[in-house]
């Protein structure tokens, strides 16, 4: 069985073909382990609802990504655009960048990063940054 990314995407969601080139060039900067990764793009309330059901948090958020130790499944990721715009805005940096920052963040988590330090966070966020590198 070989790598497979599935992405469950509104085929209205204008967002769609940069969601799939960011996903085909984070996938071609990493080796993924065999199994599947499923990335959803949910509305603020069912985000809000994940968040407050499996971390307590009672806030949407932009990305959530549940890791597996599984041989068929490595992670469900979950991605709110809504979200994802206004912390764009928030942090005064283009929707485009945000959107695919996190969606590298999904992808490091996926392979086992972690940022619960801030030893740990700087190491994370250099990942993404080389999934995201030209």
Request: glycine share 2%; aromatic share 8%; net charge negative.
């Amino acid at each position: 069985m070989s790598p497979q990314i599935s992405v469950n995407i509104d085929s209205g969601i204008p967002e769609k073909a940069f969601i799939n080139k960011t996903i085909r060039h984070i996938s071609r900067r990493i080796i993924l382990p065999e199994g599947e990764m499923s990335i959803t793009f949910v509305g603020t309330e069912k985000i809000h609802e994940l968040n407050r059901q499996y971390r307590t948090k009672n806030a949407p958020t932009d990305v959530l990504t549940f890791c597996f130790d599984d041989a068929l499944i490595l992670s469900d990721v979950y991605i709110c655009l809504e979200v994802v715009k206004s912390n764009a805005i928030e942090h005064e940096v283009p929707y485009d960048l945000e959107l695919s920052r996190v969606i590298a963040h999904a992808f490091a988590h996926t392979l086992g990063y972690e940022h619960d330090t801030d030893k740990r966070y700087a190491i994370m966020h250099d990942f993404e940054d080389f999934l995201l590198k030209e």
